[in-house]
């Protein structure tokens, strides 16, 4: 089994930053691409970004420019710089991952932390 534990939510005012962090544990073999997905009340789930393997990496359109994903394998912790930082970017972010494990490749989901941008 593999866990995702977020950190680093919070409330913050318009034009701040956060930093979000997911730490990874488990029965992990290779962590395949890792990254965020957000949701706010009443809209569905929306990625916000993710990072292979190969460190490539994928951002919604709403967040380029601003927020920045990154990984350290050595840690299988995945984090979001989150930079000049809006209302609408208010929601509850949840950290998403292919994990092969010794047997499978699986996706599992963390529990999600809540990000409140005040205006």
């Known amino acids: 089994q593999v866990q995702l534990v977020e950190s680093g939510g919070g409330l913050v005012q318009a034009g701040g930053s956060l930093r979000l962090s997911c730490a990874a544990s488990?029965?992990?073999?290779?962590?395949?691409?890792i990254g965020w997905y957000r949701q706010a009340p009443g809209k569905q789930r929306e990625l916000v970004a993710t990072?292979?393997?190969?460190?490539?990496?994928n951002y919604a359109n709403s967040v380029k420019g601003r927020f920045t994903i990154s990984r350290d394998n050595a840690k299988n912790t995945v984090y979001l710089q989150m930079n000049s930082l809006k209302p609408e970017d208010t929601a509850v972010y949840y950290c998403?991952?292919?994990?092969?494990?010794?047997?499978?490749?699986?996706?599992?989901w963390g529990q999600g932390t809540q990000v409140t941008v005040s205006s």
């Open positions: 488990g029965s992990i073999f290779v962590i395949n691409t």
């Open positions: 998403a991952a292919d994990v092969y494990t010794d047997y499978a490749l699986n996706h599992y």
């Open positions: 990072i292979s393997s190969g460190a490539g990496t």
